[in-house]
């Protein structure tokens, strides 16, 4: 008798997985009929094969009822699939959404040590890719952003990008400069700080040096950690699109804390609006 790994049943290809943005829409119960219509290999059709499949559908179906062996499991799973498992149901998404789980998932493939602060999105964790990080660059008399982008072996149009900056002399206006992480290696047993940089307009694990935050300048007092950040953000969103908060919060969140791309989305869908009705 085959016996395949619990994990990989879960998230089988041959089981649709839901939207990542349902947040447990649907009962347990409904989830759990779901799954048992899904079309994993069962003993009874495989009357053909030298193989029986142990599937989470059968008697031992009620072990993933439970939060311990839903731990072991999650604690294996990659982000991305931790997200999906958030999203079956409420004990999964209970499970799947507890601050141990969501950072070891997220530092895991980077070997960081730590992630410090709350994200405004709870979608912040659903992307650990390396344009999430950034090194925290204080400027200094003689710095120009060419010298930075030698310094730390990135383009200067990235540095641009990831600071919202026109052209050279908008560095001159700013206390530091969030650099973009080329070589993974720089993550390797470090601690990051989840903040909403005024600059970037998003949320970014910053690198300091030493790990230790510079107090010294007033953009720590933007940590992410302040609700009124939040405020602030979602209050000059509703105000650009004329919309009240329960629509502003809507694109903010699909955009992952983005103001820009939640503005952008909000337009498309205004013109798709727009278009459908001349049509």
Known sequence: MKVYPL?????????????MGCCCDEDDGD????LMNSNFPSSSSSTSSSCTVISPM?????????TDILRLIFENLPIIDLAR???VCRLW???????DMVTRAFVAPWKLNDVVGNPLSGSFWRDNSLAKFAISHRIT?????ASLAVKYSVQVMDIKRLNNMMSDHGIYSRERLLIPISNPDILINRRC???LDVYAKREVAVLYPNDVPDRRTTYVSNRISSEE???KVLESLKRSMHVDNETAQYYWSVANGDPRAAFAEFSADLKWDWQAGHS
């Open 7 to 19: 994990k990989d049943l879960l998230f089988s290809r041959n089981l649709t997985p839901l939207p």
């Open 31 to 34: 989830i759990f009929r779901h």
């Open 58 to 66: 059968n008697s031992h179906f009620s072990a993933l009822s439970s």
């Open 85 to 87: 498992a958030s999203c």
């Open 93 to 99: 998404c209970s499970v799947a959404s507890q601050r």
């Open 141 to 145: 008399r003689g710095d120009t952003v």
């Open 193 to 195: 700080f989840i903040e």
């Open 229 to 231: 950040s939040n405020k």
